[in-house]
């Protein structure tokens, strides 16, 4: 069985482990390659490596750079990866905010992972239509 998310590049980043091992295994059983960072910085140094996520899984409050931050620096590529920020923040002034700067999708904490997964099955299916658009025009 492949799952919905089969060779799907995602990047959680989170530092409570519990959060990211739970949405890891998760999304591991859907077929998605996986990996996990716990601040702000080697999230940025995951999305310029070699081989870029598809996805990232954002908290909001990290180590050494927050998720805001995180988020501005990576929707400013090229080809951004789909951002969805997870977080245990309710405000709206929050969620706001991360709109304004380019987020695909807003969750909260905790977020159930069967919701998370088809969250991101829609996202994705979005994108794919979108280019295929795209393609049509050119």
């Known amino acids: 069985m492949a799952g919905r998310l ?19 295994i998760t999304l591991r059983a ?38 805001f ?11 951004a990866p789909i951002v969805v920020m997870v977080t245990a923040n309710e405000g709206h002034r929050h969620h706001a905010y991360a709109e304004s700067l380019g987020v695909d999708a807003y969750m909260h904490k905790p977020v159930p992972m069967q919701k998370l997964v088809d969250q991101l099955v829609e996202l994705l299916d979005a994108r794919e239509e979108a280019e295929e658009g795209e393609d049509e025009e050119e």
């Open 6 to 24: 089969a060779d799907v590049r995602v990047l959680i980043v989170d530092d409570d482990p519990d959060v990211l091992q739970a949405m890891e």
């Open 30 to 67: 859907e077929g998605a390659l996986i990996k996990g960072v716990t601040d702000g910085n080697a999230a940025i140094l995951a999305c310029q490596g070699e081989e870029p996520p598809d996805v990232v899984l954002l908290d909001m409050m990290l180590p050494k750079r927050s998720g």
């Open 69 to 79: 931050l995180v988020l501005e620096k990576i929707k400013g590529y090229e080809d």
